[in-house]
Structure formats: C-alpha cells, structure tokens
C-alpha cells in the first residue's frame, strides 16, 4: 500500500487564485512527520512547510498552509494568491519515526501545478 | 550560508560503466541521504549517512553504495551501469540524524542528473 498518496497528477490555476493540493498518508507510528517541497524544472527540491502529527496547530508558512486532518490522514498544501512562479511539481512526503535515527523521507508521486496569467 | 553542492549537474556514462556522485552539505550538517528521481518510479530513498556512518540503506541492489568523509562530504557510486539507473539523483542534508532544522526536514541540493546510454 502506498504510505503517500497524491490523488490530483496536475492543477491548473489562474495567478491570483487559491489551490489546494492533496495528500493523504498511511502510516500507523504516533510519531511522524509531514512536509511539503517544490521541485521547479531545475531539479532543485524546495521545502516549503511541515507539520508534526503532535502539532494542534495547521502550519503556515507565508502564502502556504497546510490543512492537517490528522484523524482523516490528510495533510492537504493551500497555496493562497497563486503567482507564475509557484507552476512546479509538488511533493508531499512524509518521515515516520521521528525520534529515531536514520528513517528515511517517503514521497507522494507529486502533483504539477500550472499557474496562469 | 551555502546550500548542499552536487557535483557534476549532469553526467552521461555508458552501459557497464561506473559512476561516482558527490555532495557536500550545508556546513555543520553531518547527516546527508541520498535519493534517486525517476519518472516511473518517482523519489526513492538509496541511503543515509551521519559521522561516516551508513544509517539506512533503501531497496536498491549492490551496484549502488556511498560513504561519508570526516567533513561529511558524501559520495555515491554506481557500478556496472544500466540504462534504468539514468536519473536524477538528489542528495540532501540535516544537522543531525535526529532532530534538526526545518522541523526534521532536509535540505536538497539541485541534483546530478545522470544518463546511461
């Protein structure tokens, strides 16, 4: 079974406007990890926000928030006021065993996002 | 502070050949994984390294292996290449193996992107 699941493969959206981005998990550790990265056509792999499955609180990061429902196992990127910049692909990835060494980051298959004028 | 370094950007090598990558982390971070980027498979983990100390290693066969220096330098090295290991090859790094900035996260480097012909 896939651990992330990025149901919506592109998103298309006018400048300006708000999107959302998917992301559901499976895992079955208490404590995890969940963090959200921008890869432009570069290569380059962006952090953008993360959340803590203890954290009570939605995390925020300028125009980026993320949407946790932790007993729906989704962590869900709001984008408000999208810019031409923000067209890349998005990865949602997750790290299990937070306390421990060595775990491994596991990603989502990515969403492109393509921002209009 | 400079980010985590890839060297080179891109590689070409031919089947058969071996292939080594190198990454240097942000300074003061000692912990660096590595990642392979393929567009059937998507981002998988090949293994993380902290003090000169393999961590975890991910599903990947023999022909791939790393190390890490005393500076925390890392390299990978890929031998008897085969047309499916072209990818883009992602290092990134942490201050600890644990805990860390950017809530547990890693900071990526901008990849060696390597094609086997």
């Known amino acids: 079974a896939q651990k992330i699941t990025q149901t919506q493969p592109g998103m298309f959206v006018q400048e300006k406007e708000a999107v959302t981005l998917d992301c559901t998990y499976d895992t079955s550790d208490q404590s995890y990890g969940l963090f959200w990265y921008k890869q432009p056509s570069s290569g380059e792999m962006i952090f953008l926000i993360y959340?803590?499955?203890?954290?009570?609180q939605n995390a925020t990061e300028g125009r980026y928030s993320l949407n946790f429902q932790k007993a729906r196992k989704s962590a869900n990127l709001v984008i408000s006021a999208s810019q031409l910049g923000d067209s890349a692909m998005y990865f949602c990835?997750?790290?299990?065993?937070?306390?421990?060494?060595?775990?491994?980051?596991?990603f989502g298959k990515g969403t492109t996002l393509s921002v209009s004028s | 502070k400079a980010g985590v370094t890839q060297t080179p950007r891109y590689l070409i090598k031919t089947r058969g050949q071996q292939v080594t990558l190198s990454c240097s982390p942000i300074?003061?971070?000692?912990?660096v994984s590595w990642y392979q980027q393929t567009p059937g498979q998507g981002l998988q983990f090949l293994f993380e390294?902290?003090?000169?100390?393999?961590?975890n290693k991910g599903n990947f066969p023999g022909r791939f292996s790393g190390r890490q220096f005393s500076n925390s330098r890392s390299e990978m090295n890929v031998s008897t290449l085969e047309l499916g290991d072209s990818a883009l090859y992602l290092c990134a790094s942490r201050s600890s193996s644990r805990g860390g900035e950017f809530g547990y996260g890693y900071t990526f480097g901008s990849g060696t992107r390597l094609t086997v012909v």
């Open positions: 300074s003061g971070h000692r912990s």
């Open positions: 390294y902290f003090s000169e100390t393999q961590r």
């Open positions: 990835a997750m790290r299990e065993g937070l306390s421990q060494a060595g775990t491994a980051l596991i």
């Open positions: 959340q803590g499955s203890y954290d009570e």
